[in-house]
């Protein structure tokens, strides 16, 4: 079956750095999403990685092992604003996206 | 602001009512999504569109009843639910269906409580 795993829930600090992990298990692949969802809202595009390696975008990056089925979201120089949840997404080989249940992040100043 | 608005954005209804939700996206997307989300649970797909056709439709009851009448607007027809149907039902538009690399837009979604 298709799967993807990642925390239920994180906890940082302000000013710190976070890392949130997703596996995942499709098949097929045709790349990997991660969105940010305040709550109560819509969820936002944040990065997509369809090759191995790092994707850097301002204070965030997401890292993709094709090999491993593994992605990571990095979050640099927290704020509290960056409080969510952050859903991790991989696209199958029909072009559906497989969701996970979200990690919701807490910043604590 | 996504692009995809979403009316109402909370509906309480009986399990005898029947309602509808709809969409519309100002982005010139060609294909269309409903998802229901329930709490700590995965993003569930119902129903996509392309070009105003139903190209998937993964295994929803027939209480739900999707109309895509162009590629701007999409409805989501509810009639005779269960409480087990409250979620959040997001709409969702994208530039294609089948093709990688072209994130989703979402709209704020409509939070359904059946009672």
């Known amino acids: 079956g298709q799967n993807i795993d990642q925390p239920t829930e994180m906890t940082a600090t302000e000013g710190a750095i976070v890392q949130i992990n997703c596996t995942y298990q499709t098949s097929g692949f045709n790349g990997l999403f991660w969105y940010q969802q305040h709550a109560g809202e819509a969820p936002t595009f944040l990065s997509y990685n369809v090759l191995d390696g790092l994707e850097e975008k301002g204070r965030f990056s997401s890292f993709l092992s094709r090999s491993k089925g593994y992605s990571y979201l990095l979050l640099k120089e927290l704020q509290m604003k960056d409080s969510a949840s952050y859903l991790c997404?991989?696209?199958?080989?029909?072009?559906?996206?497989?969701w996970g249940a979200g990690t919701k992040l807490i910043i604590k100043p | 602001e996504t692009g995809v608005t979403q009316t109402p954005r909370h509906l309480v209804m009986g399990m005898t009512n029947k309602k509808s939700l709809k969409c519309e996206q100002h982005?010139?997307?060609?294909?269309m999504y409903w998802y229901k989300q329930s709490a700590k649970k995965p993003l569930e797909l119902m129903f996509v569109y392309s070009l105003e056709e139903r190209v998937e439709n993964n295994s929803v009851p027939s209480r739900f009843s999707p109309e895509c009448p162009n590629s701007s607007h999409l409805f989501l027809h509810l009639h005779t639910l269960q409480p087990e149907d409250s979620a959040l039902y997001l709409c969702a538009s994208s530039q294609e269906v089948g093709t990688g690399g072209h994130e989703q837009y979402f709209g704020p979604g409509t939070r359904l409580t059946v009672t």
């Open positions: 997404a991989a696209m199958d080989s029909n072009y559906q996206l497989i």
């Open positions: 982005l010139g997307h060609n294909a």
